[in-house]
């Protein structure tokens, strides 16, 4: 296939504007085999910037990417009437004419024929644009714990001594998340959270639904954004070391000579956001306060071995613990319920 592309542009009022633009070419018909010569244009013939400024309806533009000659072909037989403006006795008026007939039969007779292979891809392709994926910065703050020092222990250990709390109470995280697009405005969202540093616990998924609010109509647009969704995940904050000259048996479970423990708790929570977005070409630039209402929660304990350089494992068990003394017991823990994301999103 040979395509040739012309653009041209006008400036009036100190602003670039589409004059004239063509594609013309060839396709070959593998079943006929055949070529087709084919002819598309578009002429601006005119243009008031000062009375008509109106920018398009973000409904109705092109994403970044996607090309017109996908979209799928209109119903009605007067489309064109309404909208070309080159003069009837024009050549490419003719052919006009004659592709809006073709069109119409083709819609009228079942279009791209279901079951064909064709109209299959096209589907998955109108499927798989709509995903988007996104990574995120975000963070949570432990709330104020009353201690300093806790006294840790495990039932056969032989050392004892105070440990010092992580005075690390803010919770920093990267987030990973898959999106699909409903329409322009609205948008189904899965993400994944997981702690960036040792110093404390948290991993978090979350699905949230998003609605958009466009309040930037021209050029990039900007959103104003609201999200409604369900997390469920734990969080830790990290006490110290327990460590014995023989193997620490937790809940049935082996856990070597040496565990850090985390105290914290597993939950189910609502949440509600509010943010903003910025989309340029395929990315989208999105901050994000978020505030969760505690559904369900248990204390629990997080025991994380290092298996080796690479890999650590961690085993849950209930709080509080038979192997495992904590004083004082009445632990101040928890979790804001508020917390914030900065991130960029790929449109596919």
């Given at each position: 296939m040979s395509e040739i592309c012309l653009t041209i542009y006008q400036v009036q009022d100190q602003t670039n504007v589409l004059k004239y633009a063509s594609v013309s070419g060839k396709n070959y018909n593998g079943k006929t085999k055949q070529e087709n010569n084919y002819v598309l244009e578009f002429v601006t013939t005119t243009c008031d910037l000062k009375k008509n400024s109106k920018p398009i309806p973000f409904k109705k533009r092109l994403k970044y990417g996607e090309l017109f000659t996908e979209l799928e072909s209109s119903e009605d037989v007067h489309f064109w009437d309404e909208y070309t403006t080159i003069e009837m006795d024009s050549v490419l008026k003719m052919v006009r004419i004659g592709m809006r007939g073709n069109e119409y039969f083709k819609v009228t007779n079942g279009g791209f024929k279901g079951k064909s292979k064709r109209y299959f891809k096209i589907k998955l392709y109108n499927l798989t644009k709509r995903i988007t994926i996104g990574y995120a910065l975000n963070g949570a703050f432990f709330k104020s714990i009353d201690e300093n020092q806790v006294w840790l222990g495990y039932v056969g250990q032989t050392n004892r001594s105070s440990k010092d709390i992580s005075s690390a109470r803010i919770i920093p995280a990267t987030?990973?998340?898959?999106?699909?697009?409903?329409?322009?405005?609205?948008?189904?969202?899965?993400?994944?959270?997981?702690?960036?540093?040792?110093?404390?616990?948290?991993?978090?998924?979350?699905?949230?639904?998003?609605?958009?609010?466009?309040?930037?109509?021209?050029?990039?647009?900007?959103?104003?954004?609201?999200?409604?969704?369900?997390?469920?995940?734990?969080?830790?904050?990290?006490?110290?070391?327990?460590?014995?000259?023989?193997?620490?048996?937790?809940?049935?479970?082996?856990?070597?000579?040496?565990?850090?423990?985390?105290?914290?708790?597993?939950?189910?929570?609502?949440?509600?956001?509010?943010?903003?977005?910025?989309?340029?070409?395929?990315?989208?630039?999105?901050?994000?306060?978020?505030?969760?209402?505690?559904?369900?929660?248990?204390?629990?304990?997080?025991?994380?071995?290092?298996?080796?350089?690479?890999?650590?494992?961690?085993?849950?068990?209930?709080?509080?613990?038979?192997?495992?003394?904590?004083?004082?017991e009445n632990l101040n823990l928890g979790v804001s319920r508020t917390s914030m994301a900065f991130g960029i999103r790929l449109r596919l």
């Amino acid at each position: 296939m040979s395509e040739i592309c012309l653009t041209i542009y006008q400036v009036q009022d100190q602003t670039n504007v589409l004059k004239y633009a063509s594609v013309s070419g060839k396709n070959y018909n593998g079943k006929t085999k055949q070529e087709n010569n084919y002819v598309l244009e578009f002429v601006t013939t005119t243009c008031d910037l000062k009375k008509n400024s109106k920018p398009i309806p973000f409904k109705k533009r092109l994403k970044y990417g996607e090309l017109f000659t996908e979209l799928e072909s209109s119903e009605d037989v007067h489309f064109w009437d309404e909208y070309t403006t080159i003069e009837m006795d024009s050549v490419l008026k003719m052919v006009r004419i004659g592709m809006r007939g073709n069109e119409y039969f083709k819609v009228t007779n079942g279009g791209f024929k279901g079951k064909s292979k064709r109209y299959f891809k096209i589907k998955l392709y109108n499927l798989t644009k709509r995903i988007t994926i996104g990574y995120a910065l975000n963070g949570a703050f432990f709330k104020s714990i009353d201690e300093n020092q806790v006294w840790l222990g495990y039932v056969g250990q032989t050392n004892r001594s105070s440990k010092d709390i992580s005075s690390a109470r803010i919770i920093p995280a990267t987030t990973f998340g898959f999106g699909y697009e409903l329409n322009p405005y609205q948008q189904l969202r899965i993400d994944f959270s997981d702690g960036l540093f040792n110093s404390n616990f948290y991993k978090d998924t979350a699905i949230r639904f998003y609605q958009y609010y466009l309040i930037k109509k021209r050029g990039n647009p900007l959103f104003i954004t609201a999200s409604i969704g369900l997390s469920n995940g734990k969080t830790g904050l990290r006490l110290g070391e327990i460590s014995s000259g023989n193997d620490i048996i937790v809940s049935g479970k082996n856990l070597g000579k040496k565990s850090t423990v985390f105290l914290g708790n597993r939950y189910t929570n609502g949440q509600i956001g509010l943010g903003l977005e910025y989309r340029k070409k395929r990315l989208s630039y999105f901050g994000e306060f978020s505030y969760t209402q505690n559904i369900h929660t248990k204390d629990i304990l997080l025991l994380r071995i290092k298996k080796n350089i690479f890999f650590t494992k961690t085993v849950v068990t209930d709080n509080p613990s038979k192997e495992i003394s904590i004083l004082p017991e009445n632990l101040n823990l928890g979790v804001s319920r508020t917390s914030m994301a900065f991130g960029i999103r790929l449109r596919l």
